[in-house]
């Protein structure tokens, strides 16, 4: 669920949590990390002290998935931020921030790469104009289309937390977005006694006060559990080779064998097949525009 230091808050099967530290050392194949356990993880235990609820783990189960940043201290290595995530839900705002596309089409990218799935909550839906409802229209058209399902809410007046809830319930699911956009808000409106539970850690409850970079996941209900990660917003980017790039937005992907060249950037190259769709508006100009600043460096210059 999280991890204090050298000690990690272990959730039982029961629902009950431990403490418990690691033994020996953990290597993982083909990667150097900091940290041996992200949040997410699954492992095996032994209780080492009944009365104080400890134990020790002896075993990580294999990952579904997971997602791993360059360590800020130890450039060769990476940092795990979280693992086995069945979704990730992005909560953007047209207005009161406004997220812009380019944010979200990058997030969608580094999931992308992750194979992590995501999810979109617009949110803050009192405050649109009918012009920004329009909008939200056509973006979520142009999101459903490429499978990433779309939920519009506002958490001020409940319009949609439960769908959001329906998006959430049986799964781990990654919460991730701008400060400001209402994360803890629409979160504390489907659990409100997360907050009561959890405010001596949650980074949802105690922003500003909590200062710690790592992961932790909460509880809603029994099966149902999201990860609040601090540091989600540099979300992997930065490792990408250019090449790669396209292959992460899944409107491309589909075109890249038409390209005439296999090494095509879809820049300048001729006989582009992306570049022809953009044309023939099959691709969306807004999704194009990121790709480029996203080859351009913007975010993932190395
Ligand atoms: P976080 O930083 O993403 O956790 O955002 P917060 O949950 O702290 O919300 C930031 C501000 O937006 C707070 O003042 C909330 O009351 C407000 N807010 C959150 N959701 C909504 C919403 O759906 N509509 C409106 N009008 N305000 C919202
Ligand atoms: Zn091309």
Redesign the pocket.
């Known amino acids: 669920m999280r991890s204090t230091g050298s000690w990690y808050d272990v959730r039982s099967k029961e629902g009950d949590i431990l403490q418990c530290r690691l033994k020996g050392k953990f290597k993982i194949k083909g990667f150097k990390v900091t940290n041996p356990i992200a949040v997410g993880d699954k492992v095996v235990y032994a209780i080492e002290d009944e009365n104080r609820n400890t134990g020790m783990i002896s075993e990580i189960l294999p990952r579904e998935n997971y997602i791993i940043r360059k360590s800020v201290h130890k450039t060769a290595h990476g940092h795990l931020l979280a693992t086995n995530i069945d979704q990730a839900v992005l909560?953007a705002t047209l207005t009161?921030p406004r997220t812009s596309l380019g944010f979200i089409d990058r997030f969608l990218v580094a999931a992308e790469s992750f194979r992590i799935p995501t999810v979109l909550i617009f949110?803050?839906?009192?405050?649109l104009n009918q012009e920004q409802i329009d909008y939200q229209q056509e973006l979520t058209q142009l999101y459903e289309s490429l499978n990433y399902p779309c939920v519009f809410?506002?958490?001020?007046?409940g319009n949609g937390v439960a769908e959001f809830y329906d998006i959430l319930r049986g799964k781990v699911s990654l919460i991730a977005?701008?400060?400001?956009?209402?994360?803890?808000?629409?979160v504390n409106a489907i659990a409100p006694d997360l907050d009561l539970r959890t405010s001596k850690v949650s980074t949802?409850a105690n922003?500003g006060v909590h200062t710690t970079t790592f992961a932790e996941m909460f509880e809603i209900d029994a099966e149902t559990f999201i990860i609040d990660s601090p540091g989600i917003k540099e979300l992997g980017l930065a490792d990408m080779e250019k090449e790669e790039i396209s292959h992460y937005f899944p409107e491309m992907l589909k075109l890249i064998n038409q390209c005439r060249f296999n090494n095509c950037l879809h820049l300048d190259e001729p006989n582009c097949a992306i570049k022809e769709a953009v044309m023939e508006e099959k691709i969306a100009q807004s999704r194009y525009f990121s790709y480029l600043s996203m080859m351009d460096g913007g975010d993932n210059r190395k």
């Open positions: 909560i009161f949110n803050k839906l009192d405050l809410t506002s958490a001020i007046d977005g701008h400060s400001g956009v209402g994360k803890s808000t629409l949802f922003k």
